[in-house]
Nanobody, 115 residues
Framework: QVQLVESGGGTVQAGGSLRLSCAAS????????IGWYRQAPGKQRELVAQ???????NYADSVKGRFTISRDTAKNTVYLQMNSLKPEDTAVYYC?????????WGKGTLVTVSS
């Protein structure tokens, strides 16, 4: 089992920055892919950024150049640095971890960007 706990959400003005954290615990050695998804009101959940099974960073086109995913393996924590935030970035951000058996989700953290 893997547990994921997100933090760092909040309200920020357009152009501002936030850093999200995802702390993983449990059988973290089984994690192959880990990253961030988001879901805006009335929209489907979408991939924002992730480390793939080869450790490469993948980003949604809409956040390239503005968001950066990073991790601290000693702390089992993944971060999402979000700069130049736009109102359309408003969403609940979820941490996701994929193992060979199943994927796991955190409860999410709300990011609101005001114009």
């Amino acid at each position: 089992q893997v547990q994921l706990v997100e933090s760092g959400g909040g309200t920020v003005q357009a152009g501002g920055s936030l850093r999200l954290s995802c702390a993983a615990s449990g059988t973290t050695f089984n994690i192959n892919v880990i990253g961030w998804y988001r879901q805006a009101p009335g929209k489907q959940r979408e991939l924002v950024a992730q480390f793939d099974s080869g450790g490469r960073r993948n980003y949604a086109d809409s956040v390239k150049g503005r968001f950066t995913i990073s991790r601290d393996t000693a702390k089992n924590t993944v971060y999402l640095q979000m700069n130049s935030l736009k109102p359309e970035d408003t969403a609940v951000y979820y941490c996701n971890a994929l193992t060979t058996i199943r994927d796991y989700w955190g409860k999410g953290t709300l990011v609101t960007v005001s114009s």
